[in-house]
């Protein structure tokens, strides 16, 4: 990664060819918010899940960017792809080339590559493309957590295959953070870990691009969304999305535009659309002069040598000039500095963590650091809407699924695994407090047990175990466990009460073999 400190100009570099030319890379003034970085390859001991650049892209660039996701949304609404899902377009990009952008939004790919990769690691990691395209919601609307993969071979296939890095930029200053989690799939059934103990949250602010692992869990939170800045002409969340590819994506989901559609995107932002100062001239290395002038266009920033911790001063406070990563402990997620949010995971499974609370007229550089520097004030503001984020203890619950049988994923997942299923059947009046109590019941068996509510969309379920659905407004709180080898049924005594405590016991007791299974098949409306 080429990281400029800014002395009025742009920064060049330049590495010989093995056909004797020479490739210029360009990379100006960016602010470098996480220095734990993504190591250079992607991979390491060193590598961490994200990191973040502000002031990635030229600003004269923005509002083009903004036009091809207007064009984009219009294209999408004309196909149909399989499941419904929108596609996405595909740059080829496995030979580095002097040869002109076509329209913005190769320009801006063609930057943010050498921000992702060393001309090394570009290689090394035999990098054939960039798969890429915008979202637009509104400043509270969410983007559900998934994973991004080949959506052509997980439709036709039913596999995950993952790009090697995800990007967000940024085009507005509105809407929800990107919550990132370490969380992967191996084979699109299992969450690993069950529940995310890492994670990041970025921000929406204008022109900042944010890097993670692309086998990353990720959504946006728009509860916790920014309303857009008093007189923005935009008033939506918008962002590019670039994924990095060491295998092209399979169409129809993922192609490179048509020629009809390259026409819509060159009318919208090609160099035509430019001043007449700054269109390219289309001689022998002009692009890269272009390039060059486009470069100098950045406001210099210039930093000190950016180090894992919090420079403070002798008065505890933060220097100005050394932007840090903020790991967050108990002291920091609290009720005043975070929100506990509830975010749904595919396929339909419930996990509460805290989210750092944050507006942009916080000053960018200040920060917390109370993991590593005590004498930092509790209410003290955070680092310009990027947050790293390590939940211990009851500071992230979750695995538990909402059982709903028309779900096919969710049904698919329950017969995949051969864990014993773990269900609380809930009155319609108790779900809230029963998810509550639940969560933290459970988790010290997450990992050897599937656990499920069993509730409105579960009727079946409920005759399974004997029980009543149609009278469950009049029920209490009941737990089963389906061992799912023996397909025996297990559930606990009416009379006593489900607490954090008589569910952990009850759980124990099934591993340790000391409960006795219900007859098979119970009757309908037994009283056990």
């Known amino acids: 990664m080429f990281v400029a400190i800014a002395t009025g100009h742009s920064s060049t570099m330049m590495s010989g060819t093995s056909n004797g030319g020479w490739l210029i890379f360009i990379h100006v003034s960016c602010l470098v918010l996480q220095t734990c970085m993504l190591s250079a390859d992607g991979v390491g001991d060193d590598a961490v899940l994200a990191r973040a650049v502000d002031n990635a892209l030229p600003p004269s660039l923005l509002p083009r960017l903004q036009r091809d996701g207007i064009v984009l949304r219009k294209l999408q609404a004309k196909k149909h792809l399989k499941q419904n899902k929108l596609g996405s377009f595909f740059f080829p ?7 002109p952008p076509r329209f913005a939004t190769e320009e801006a790919i063609l930057l943010l590559r050498d921000i992702c990769f060393t001309e090394v690691s570009f290689r090394e990691r035999r990098i054939v493309g960039a798969e890429w395209w915008y979202q637009t919601r509104e400043v509270k609307g969410n983007i559900g957590f998934h994973y991004d993969k080949d ?4 439709s036709n296939e039913m596999k995950m295959v993952y790009p090697d890095v995800a990007t967000v930029t ?4 509105a809407g929800g953070p990107t919550l990132i989690l370490n969380m992967s799939t191996p084979d699109g059934n299992d969450n690993v870990p069950v529940v995310a103990n890492t994670g990041y949250a970025s921000y929406p602010v204008v022109n900042r691009h944010i890097m993670f692992d692309g086998t990353s869990m990720h959504g946006v939170l728009g ?3 920014l309303e857009a800045q008093p007189g923005a002409r935009q008033q939506s969340r918008v962002t590019l999305l670039v994924n990095w590819w060491s295998r092209t994506p399979r169409p129809p989901n993922c192609q490179p535009p048509t020629p009809t559609e390259l026409r819509a995107f060159v009318a919208a932002s090609g160099p035509q659309t430019l001043p007449p100062h700054e269109i390219p001239q289309t001689t022998n290395g002009s692009w890269i002069s272009w390039m060059l002038e486009q470069a100098s266009r950045f406001m210099p920033v210039t930093l000190a040598p950016l180090s894992l911790g919090a420079s403070f001063d002798r008065d505890g406070g933060v220097t100005a000039a050394s932007p840090v990563v903020v790991q967050p402990t108990h002291q920091v997620l609290n009720r005043s500095t975070a929100q506990r949010v509830r975010i749904i995971l595919p396929p339909n499974e419930r996990q509460y963590v805290y989210v750092p609370k944050w507006h942009p007229t916080i000053p960018t550089y200040e920060t917390l650091n109370a993991a590593v520097h005590t004498s930092a004030s509790a209410d003290a503001p955070y680092t310009g809407g990027f947050f790293q984020m390590n939940w211990t203890g009851s500071l992230a619950v979750g695995g538990v699924f909402e059982l709903d049988l028309s779900n096919h994923n969710l049904v698919r997942h329950i017969f995949h695994s051969r864990k014993p299923k773990v269900f609380l059947f809930v009155p319609t009046e108790e779900r809230e407090d029963a998810e509550q109590m639940f969560l933290p019941a ?14 409105t969309k579960a009727y079946n379920v409920w005759g399974v175990f004997g029980l009543d659905f149609h009278s ?3 029920s209490t709180l009941r737990l089963g466990i389906h061992d799912t080898t023996t397909d025996a049924k297990f559930l606990m005594k009416k009379d006593i009460s489900v607490d954090v405590s008589s569910v952990k016991h009850f759980v124990r007791s099934f591993f340790k073999r000391e409960l006795q299974p219900l007859a098979t098949p119970p009757p309908a409306h037994t009283e056990l």
């Open 442 to 455: 459970i988790k010290p068996f997450l990992g050897k047990v599937l656990p499920y509510y069993a509730g």
């Open 93 to 99: 990009l496995e030979k580095k080339s002097s040869s």
């Open 223 to 225: 509860e916790l969304g």
């Open 472 to 474: 469950r407004q009049h």
């Open 170 to 173: 940024y085009l507005t200053q």
């Open 151 to 154: 959506e052509a071979v997980a």
